[in-house]
């Protein structure tokens, strides 16, 4: 196989480096299924019968071209398979065999590589039966060198040119339709193509071999003489028909006796233009062409010529105007063609001396021969000459250093009657088969000895024994018989046929030779042929009778007498002219030599049926022609020692994906050798190791399957790999979509609650792990909420507290929690004693309620502006004392809160973390008139509870590490649909049209309330289903009321009137809904379920809620009430209805009132008594709070979740919006969203599409426009978690919206509830 190697000096020997190959292409694993094996020497089984099978497969899948090693077999398939084309060749351009299927492209690529890189002539042997498709196979290769070999200069696109323009001219005079082909080459050629050291053609040589020139004078029926002799008597342009009397064919004896004038497929007049075009691009003159064309006349005529028999029995000429008319265009005397007609010189011989000459008159049939003899030697002549005058146009330019030869000779005939021509034939043949044979075995044998491989040598035959027996001279073989028998028996024909008998009786012993009377027998490579003997040593002779050759060389044509027969016969000569055997056998042997000299290429050439049809695959035809070409012994030899090999470069090259040593992911990672690196390959393959060996230069692999399996997995990796691409990518695509639904989810069910959550984190930090942690404080974790106790909004018991303090201007409440503080008696240790802790923007507020005479009153004791604080300190202990420092002449502020964390945090947060807070075992304090004192805390495990407090020491348990972490709070299980039971449904009742009337408020079900309750008295017995009505479906379905556009990730656009599918129903007025499989968050109050109404009258009604209304609906009363914008009627329709914008409403209830943490357990009242027991959450509706701590004053009444206190939002709220101050930040983090949590882009978004909702009547919502969607709470940013956070000016000065870097997280909270 011929190897890619950089242009180099033949023989020099090179070091075998891993060159980086080409990346591995994916595209390969997409390639079409290669039908069959693509070579031969894979197949698993070898027998004729194999291969024939394995051809018909591949043929009937227009795969026409197989390979055995680097043999081409090629099947002809009798039709265009467009596989011939620009893109197809380019594709083959600088590929090896093995890269690409197997194609005639292929082989010529590989043989003019092989010239420009080993410096080796070429040829391209093509052999196979007529019809077979040889001279197709020549003509491609042909095109594929001049397509390929560069040079732009125009001498050498000329002799491209030429060289493409021989085809057209040499079919035309060297072809004919016989029964097999319609385009037979009737001689043998040699085509050499000259390339210079750049590999650029410059000239080329064709031999001729072999014309079959007995065609011109007849042929049998059915079949046509030459092509040429149709083209010019159909297109002979004028001055031809006038000038040579051309007519017709059918006006001539030699083209019409067949009767066989037209062909199909065959365009003689477009031809004839063609051979034309051909000559002048040959460079054939017009006087050339005139000499040819009345050459081709003159043959005509003279079929023309006949004889009938005179009185004496002699020929005479029947016709003598023909005649005359011969001699005029041969320019010969008329008396003189006449004579050589109808008579022979004939000349004694006396002993060494010559005697009488006498003129012999001669019958019909010896001067129908003579004839015939003058046209055939005149034809004969013709071609030679054009063939001569060819090569001289195409003579090199330029000094000539390669050759590549494509030989496209007469296939093998074997027919009833064989005579000398198909001897020769088959002579030819034989010779080729030797060549190959020959060649090939001694390739193989060389290549093992080189490789230094052992191998058992296979047994073939070998035809050289035929070939001897043909051609030998000593013992004589049969041209040597045939030359003696001619010598002796010159005169007489039959005389020298006879003597050729008998001298075949000496080759009877030879087994390949049987002698049967007239005829004889050779048993060829490619089956026995028997040969008639009767005319076979006058056809070997082919003696110019001397007659005719005196007649052309007097003609007073030069071109006749000078250029056809230039030769003149000197009576004298007593040496024997060359027999017809003497001429094959030197130039087969000229052929073999120069053949020998190449690096061949083989063409076996298969035809598959004799129809030439294209879908018909004749077993039995083609089994005959692989068994004589031998195919199964070319496997065979190939295979003897290993079935494939390859250079270690092109191994490695090849199969670098199959271990990860030399390729990953598709790159080629090898850094040593190619020798290690197709070792690594196979030892990571697990190859045995009998079924490789390592040559000098090539991996050889014994068995076909293994190279089989090395492909397979190479074909496999890429499937493999886009496998595990694919499977990748739908893993990512599905997680990312969970995600996103995870991040919505928790998005939803965490907003209300991120900013306490932030506020937590916040107060962690302050204290920074250096005090101990209450056990109970790490049950969970617990959102920092603030105003436990309400003051606020003043609601339950905290009016009073509410109405004790005066505010100031723009003071806020940011958190308020019962504690107590240390106060001073006279002549006395201080004492605890209670206080009601009231934080607001501007100071802490110590509230006192005392009861003195049954009367009860509520004082606002001791204010401490946040401004005085200068820091506050703690102990390290799990106390719950603060000591606030501050430049009060009073002396510090000493407080004990449960939620002292919070406290500080909030603190921090309102004074932009200016006071600073100190952790320390003991903390010293300033008492009144500037004295200190210090506080100190002890662990005393017998100290239960909240600790002891004596004189300024607090005795306390041992607390957790200061380092421990509370527990995440519990996950919330998502709440899911509550599927409505269809027996259920009791709508008797006409639905109400949800945009004109409305349900009572107190009808409808709070969201957080068990919906299922309506079940549990049992439901009414079904009843019995109508005959056909179809059964509801039991999935709740809900209607889209308003089209919801969005092109935002995560929510579902609706249209409306939309059936959508709700999976899962969020609190906050988004659903998770799924339409048309896509799934995404549409607002609640923009889906209305769908009941299915019943024809027949429903059973009587059971309990009344058996729909749930949508979440959060607030009672149309109470949104009026405390609407603070009016809000228009279609609004307040429960029918309709709408989140509320308040993100309150939601957020309060999962404020609890006292430490308990949404969806864990509460903690119970005395839990350092008693083992905590750790009741469910209660529903975050009822607000039942749990008392702090028994010993402490009672707390107020916890804050009860409001009704809906805010109404439905109309667009104009949100263009409101859109408009407000930034959202407060914790200090450092930039505000997101605007003051309802939406991005401003957003709310304007949403206010433009409500207004030209509402604006537009004719949307099909009966001009009512869409309801807003559910704002987005406020979510305050993290605090910076980084050092401290940076602090902006403190908020109490300024308005919030007049200064936005002066807002705080209390300020968020208090607007948003607001
Ligand atoms: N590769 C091919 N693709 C399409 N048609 C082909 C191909 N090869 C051969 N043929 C068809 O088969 C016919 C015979 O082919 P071709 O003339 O090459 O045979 P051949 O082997 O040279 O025969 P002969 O020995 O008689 O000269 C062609 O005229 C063409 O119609
Ligand atoms: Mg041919």
């Known amino acids: 196989m011929p190897i890619k190697k950089p242009l180099g000096k033949k023989g020099e020997k090179k070091a075998i480096k891993a060159n980086r190959p080409v990346k591995a292409d994916w595209k390969e694993g997409m390639k079409k299924k290669i039908t069959g094996v693509a070579d031969m020497t894979l197949l698993t089984k070898i027998t004729n019968e194999a291969i024939n099978e394995n051809l018909m497969k591949r043929w009937q899948n227009k795969e026409i071209y197989t390979y055995i090693g680097s043999v081409l077999i090629s099947v002809n398939p009798f039709r265009d398979l467009g596989i011939y084309t620009e893109q197809v060749l380019e594709s083959y351009q600088g590929k090896n065999l ?16 092989h010239m420009n890189s080993y410096k080796e002539n070429q040829c391209v042997i093509i052999s196979g039966e007529s019809g077979a498709g040889k001279t197709e196979a020549a003509k491609r290769i042909m095109q594929y060198i001049a397509a390929v070999s560069g040079g732009a200069s125009s001498s050498i696109q000329e002799i491209k040119e030429m060289v493409l323009a021989t085809n057209p001219l040499l079919e035309s005079f060297g072809c004919a339709k016989t029964l097999r082909n319609n385009n037979s080459s009737r001689h043998g050629k040699y085509l050499e193509i000259q390339f210079n050291t750049q590999g650029e053609p410059v000239g ?59 062909v199909e497929g065959i365009d003689d007049v477009q031809d004839f233009n063609e051979t034309i075009n051909a000559m002048n691009v040959i460079g054939l003159a017009k006087h050339e062409q005139d000499e040819i064309f009345k050459m081709l006349a003159i043959i005509l005529w003279i079929g023309n010529i006949v004889f009938a028999e005179d009185d004496a029995g002699n020929a005479m000429i029947s016709d003598p105007d023909v005649a005359s008319f011969v001699a005029y265009l041969l320019e010969v005397d008329n008396e003189s063609l006449s004579k050589a007609l109808t008579s022979r010189i004939m000349e004694t011989q006396r002993g060494m001396r010559r005697g009488s000459v006498y003129e012999v008159p001669l019958n019909v049939a010896q001067a129908n021969s003579v004839r015939d003899a003058l046209s055939k030697s005149i034809y004969e002549r013709l071609f030679e000459w054009i063939v001569t005058r060819v090569n001289a146009s195409l003579e090199a330019r330029g000094a000539a250093e390669y050759v590549i030869g494509v030989l496209d000779i007469y296939g093998f005939e074997i027919f009833d009657d064989n005579s000398f021509e198909q001897l020769c034939i088959n002579y030819v043949n034989e010779k080729l088969q030797q060549i190959f044979i020959e060649l090939t075995l001694k390739a193989e044998q060389e290549e ?14 070998n035809n050289k024994v035929v070939c001897d027996l043909i051609e030998e001279k000593r013992p004589p073989g049969i041209f040597a018989a045939l030359n003696d028998a001619c010598a002796t028996a010159h005169a007489d024909p039959a005389a020298a046929d006879n003597s050729f008998v008998q001298r075949l009786g000496f080759l009877s012993s030879n087994p390949h030779f049987e002698a049967r009377s007239n005829k004889f027998l050779i048993r060829h490579y490619a089956g026995d042929v028997l040969y ?38 000197d009576p004298n000569s007593k040496k024997r002219p060359p027999t017809v055997g003497d001429k094959i056998k030197l130039s087969c042997n000229a052929l073999v030599t120069k053949l020998m000299q190449c690096h061949p290429s083989y063409i076996r050439t298969i035809k598959p049926n004799d129809n030439r049809s294209a879908s018909e695959y004749d077993d039995k035809r083609v089994l005959h022609q692989v068994q004589y070409l031998g195919l199964c012994e070319n496997i065979r030899v190939r295979r003897a020692g290993f079935a494939y090999r390859t250079t270690f470069d092109k191994f490695l090259e090849r199969f670098y994906l199959l271990s990860p040593a030399t390729g990953y992911a598709g790159e080629y990672v090898w850094n040593g050798d190619a020798v290690q690196g197709s070792l690594e390959i196979l030892r990571h393959n697990n190859l045995p190791q009998d079924e490789w060996q390592m040559g000098t230069s090539k991996v050889f692999l014994r068995h076909p399957e293994t190279i089989f399996g090395l492909e397979h997995m190479r074909d496999r990796y890429w499937h493999n790999m886009a496998t595990r691409i694919q499977r990748s990518w739908r893993n990512y695509v599905r997680y990312k979509h969970e995600c996103a639904t995870k991040i919505q989810q928790f998005w939803r069910r965490n907003k209300y609650n991120i900013g306490y959550q932030q506020m937590r984190e916040y107060g962690h930090e302050i204290l920074a792990q250096r005090k101990e942690r209450r056990r109970y404080s790490l049950v969970s974790m617990r959102k920092f909420t603030g105003d436990y106790l309400d003051i606020t909004n003043g609601s339950g018991g905290a009016d009073v507290i509410r109405n004790a303090i005066s505010f100031g201007v723009n003071e806020q409440v940011v958190f308020s929690m019962r504690g107590q503080t240390l106060v001073a008696r006279a002549m006395r240790a201080s004492i605890p004693s209670p206080r009601t802790l009231v934080l ?65 945090a ?42 002891l407090y004596k004189s300024r020491v607090v005795r306390i348990q041992s607390g957790q590490p200061a380092s421990s972490m509370s527990d995440p709070p519990c996950s919330v299980k998502p709440r899911a649909v509550v599927r409505r039971q269809p027996k259920q449904t009791t709508t008797t009742r006409p639905r109400p049209n949800p945009t004109r009337s409305s349900v009572p408020a107190s009808k409808s079900i709070p969201a957080h309330a068990p919906v299922i309750s309506a079940s549990n008295s049992p439901p009414p017995p079904p009843p019995p289903p109508p005959a056909a009505t179809p059964q509801p479906s039991s999935e709740p379905k809900y209607k889209a009321i308003y089209p919801f556009e969005t092109d935002q990730d995560g929510e579902l656009a609706i249209e409306m009137g939309d059936l959508i599918e709700v999976i899962e129903q969020d609190d906050n007025g988004w659903w998770l809904a799924k339409k048309n499989g896509k799934e995404g968050w549409v607002p609640s109050n923009y889906l209305e379920e769908v009941v299915e109404e019943k024809p027949t009258p429903p059973p009587p009604a059971p309990p009344a809620r058996t729909r749930r209304p949508p979440p959060a609906i607030p009672p149309a009363e109470t949104v009026e009430q405390h ?49 905590p027991s750790l009741p469910s959450r209660a529903p975050v509706a009822s607000n039942s709070p749990t008392p702090p701590l028994a010993s402490k004053p009672v707390l107020p009444k916890p804050v009860v979740a409001p009704a809906s206190t805010k109404p439905t939002p109309a667009p104009r709220h949100i263009i409101a919006n859109v408009n407000a101050a930034p959202i407060p930040v914790m200090p450092g983090v930039a505000a997101p969203l605007n003051a309802n949590g939406v991005p401003p882009w957003r709310a304007q978004l949403e206010a433009k ?50 200064n936005p870097a002066a807002t705080s997280l209390a300020e968020a909270l208090r607007q948003r509830r607001q």
């Open 98 to 113: 093995l890269e690409m299927p197997p194609h005639v492209f292929a082989i010529a690529e590989a043989a003019y590589h």
């Open 204 to 262: 080329a040589i064709i031999t001729n071999y072999l014309l079959e020139k007995s065609r011109v004078v007849g042929q049998i029926e059915n079949e046509r003489n030459f092509h040429i002799f149709y083209q010019l008597t159909k297109a002979a342009p004028p001055e031809y028909q006038e000038s040579y009397g051309l007519q017709g064919p059918e006006s001539f004896l030699y083209t019409s006796r067949s009767n066989c004038l037209q």
């Open 448 to 461: 093992y000895v080189r490789e230094q491989i052992q191998w058992t040598p296979i047994k073939f035959f």
């Open 532 to 569: 008639n003997v009767q005319g076979v040593t006058d056809k070997n002779k082919d003696a110019l009778l001397k007659d005719l050759h005196q007649l052309v060389t007097a003609s007073g044509n030069t071109f006749v007498a000078d250029t056809l027969f230039p030769e003149r016969i």
């Open 840 to 904: 607001t923007n501007q100071a802490l507020h110590f509230v006192m309620t005392t009861r003195k005479d049954q009367v009860v009153s509520t004082i606002d004791e001791k204010v401490i502006p946040l401004n005085s604080i200068q820091s506050a300190s703690v102990s390290t202990l799990c106390d719950d004392w603060v000591i606030l420092h501050t430049n009060n002449p009073e002396g510090d502020t000493i407080l004990s809160c449960m939620f002292k964390t919070e406290l500080l």
């Open 906 to 947: 909030h603190m921090l947060q309102q004074t932009n973390a200016r006071i600073t807070v100190d952790v320390q075992p003991e903390i010293q304090f300033k008492k009144k008139g500037n004295k200190t004192s210090v506080m100190k805390f002890i662990k005393d495990e017998t100290a239960v509870g909240d600790g």
């Open 1123 to 1171: 609407s603070p914008l009016p809000t228009p009627a279609a609004y307040v329709t429960p029918a309709a209805p709408v989140i509320p914008s308040a993100p309150a409403i939601r957020s309060v209830p999962a404020i609890p009132a006292i430490p308990s943490v949404p969806s864990t357990p509460s903690i119970p009242a005395t839990p350092r008594a008693t083992k």
């Open 1249 to 1298: 599409r409500a207004a030209a909702a509402a604006e537009n009547t004719g949307d099909g919502s009966d001009g009512k426009p869409s309801p807003p969607v559910a704002p987005k709470p406020v979510v305050p940013a993290r605090p910076n978690n980084l050092g401290k956070p940076a602090i902006p000016s403190r908020p109490a000065q300024l308005q919030p919206s007049q």
